[in-house]
């Protein structure tokens, strides 16, 4: 509308009359969302020292979260899990491409990555640290023409939701996982492992119970909130998670890189885990 | 009582320029409170828009340092002893005069939208439509809007990208989610909202949220459940299956 020739009135791409240090919020999330993606990638594709048991192969053990569930197993990698803790078992499937490493984290890690990738906290940061659509509130973004939201090619964040199913079960698998890390061989027992796997799905239900689209399902979608109590107090609680969306989307994310962190290190002998096993 | 440095913007749409005044500055006093001094002591026929002063009528909506903010709720106090105020009418928006913006457009958009509509049987004996606590509390929120249009003005796909041509806005997503939430109302908003008054070009940069000087939930409350509307209706085959309709 609006076009005067004024610095910081006219269009264009980081056109402001901002004052302020408004290049410091998305510079630190550009650096935050690569520093943890670029961990993740990298865990993934070691393939190894994803497992940690102390050498026993009973019941028990920490998995890194960025490895479970695990569908297939290569057992001939050092710091892999026991065969009886994949969902199919090994050997690592024959028709898997060569040029990727046999790491059992590429066939889940597309299912958090799409939940995270569409959710509407991830889509705010990435749209303005990334994309620079805007960077910042009232500062000139990239020229797109024309501009079309998430009405074009970015249509498929609409599937959120499925994202989100995906989500759900997964929080049933990392809390399983948190259950097996207070096990070694069949005996219970805690170590600095079990502490560090209790809190990630703790946090990343935390994250998974604010999403948006859950309130939406739970009672979101109700005009009539006193036509269902129950859901109406599920829909209440679940908007306090969501009014800390970010705060658990970014402590989560944190938590599950230092929980395969932790692992990784422990599984390679560069950490002795304190633990009541003796291990 | 000390000497500050102010740039008010001085034109109309076509021309304008920032025009340097120095004003005294008393304790407490807010930006709006130095725009009359400016306005009184050394430029009589400098034209802002303001009524209440008490951040409750939305008429003082301007541009400070750049930011979107209320001139009546921004106290001087917030910047620096030797920072140079810069004081600019709303950019979304065409100038009438100096720091009055036309904002027309947005009634315009208000006039699209489909009122609410009662259904006279949900009256009770007494012939009253009655509401319970749980269902006031929700789009009780919409109604705090003061239409200061400040969502309106730093929207970037109003503000950037001039898509006033698809998308209604903020302001009006709040209006449209306080309808179609709303549990008497009997009409059915969801194809106009995603085809004609655009929810599918708010990217979610919540800046909508951040500037609102009433603290409504924008994006969290109003536009994001109105996509996940949009949503069931349109790009969830399994939400549709069990969809009742309205």
């Known amino acids: 509308m609006a076009d005067i020739s004024i610095p910081g009135r006219n269009k264009g791409f980081g056109v402001t009359m901002r004052t302020d240090n408004w290049r410091t919020a998305p510079f630190a999330v550009f650096l935050g969302l690569m520093a943890f993606s670029g961990y993740i990638a990298w865990a993934a594709f070691q393939g190894e020292y994803y497992w940690w048991s102390g050498g026993t192969t009973g019941f028990g053990g920490y998995l890194s979260p960025l490895y479970s569930p695990l569908i297939y197993i290569d057992q001939t990698a050092a710091g892999s899990a026991p065969a009886w803790h994949a969902w199919i078992g090994g050997p690592w499937p024959s028709w898997w491409p060569s040029i990727l490493p046999a790491s059992p984290a590429f066939l889940i890690l597309a299912f958090p990555g799409a939940f995270r990738l569409t959710c509407y906290y991830y889509r705010k940061a990435y749209y303005r640290a990334f994309a620079a659509t805007p960077p910042a509130c009232a500062v000139g973004g990239i020229p797109q023409k024309p501009f079309k939201g998430e009405t074009g090619l970015l249509i498929f964040q609409n599937l959120h939701r499925y994202a989100l199913y995906f989500a759900l079960i997964f929080v049933v698998i990392l809390s399983y996982d948190a259950v097996l890390s207070f096990f070694n061989d069949g005996q219970f027992g805690v170590g600095v492992g079990s502490i560090v796997l209790l809190i990630n799905p703790i946090l990343i239900g935390a994250y998974t119970f604010g999403c948006h689209s859950f309130r939406h399902l739970v009672g979101g979608k109700m005009d009539c909130m006193s036509c269902s109590m129950g859901r109406y107090k599920t829909w209440k609680k679940v908007s306090l998670l969501n009014s800390r969306h970010q705060l658990f989307a970014w402590l989560s994310l944190f938590w599950v890189s230092f929980a395969d962190f932790y692992v990784r290190m422990v599984s390679a002998g560069y950490i002795k885990d304190l633990n009541t096993w003796g291990l | ?246």
């Open chain 2, 1 to 246: 009582m000390a000497k500050r440095n102010f740039k008010l913007y001085r034109g109309d749409n076509d021309k304008g320029e920032l025009v340097p005044y120095q004003a005294d500055v008393d304790e407490g006093m807010v930006v709006l409170d130095v725009i009359h001094r400016i306005q009184a002591d050394s430029a009589n026929d400098l034209a802002v828009r303001w009524n209440c002063k008490a951040g409750k009528c939305g008429s003082c909506s301007v541009e400070i340092n750049g930011k979107p903010k209320l001139a009546c709720m921004t106290r001087m106090n917030e910047y620096g002893a030797d920072e140079t105020i810069t004081v600019t009418p709303l950019k979304t928006f065409p100038v009438m005069k100096d720091l009055v913006p036309d904002v027309s457009w947005n009634f315009e958009q208000n006039k699209r939208i489909k009122p609410l509509q009662l259904d006279p049987k949900d009256k009770d004996a007494k012939g009253n439509y009655k509401m319970k606590q749980e269902d006031v509390d929700r789009v009780q929120e919409y109604r705090k809007c003061i239409e200061c249009f400040l969502c309106q003005n730093v929207c970037h796909v109003l503000r950037d990208h001039d898509r006033t041509d698809a998308f209604v806005g903020p302001r009006f997503m709040i209006r449209l989610a306080g309808l179609e939430l709303h549990p008497l109302d009997k009409a059915d908003r969801i194809p106009q909202i995603k085809n004609e008054y655009g929810s599918g070009y708010c990217n979610i940069t919540r800046c909508c949220t951040d500037v609102c000087p009433e603290h409504i939930q924008i994006t969290d409350n109003g536009i994001i459940p109105l996509k996940e509307r949009v949503v069931d209706r349109y790009y969830d085959p399994i939400a549709r299956l069990f969809r009742k309709k309205k």
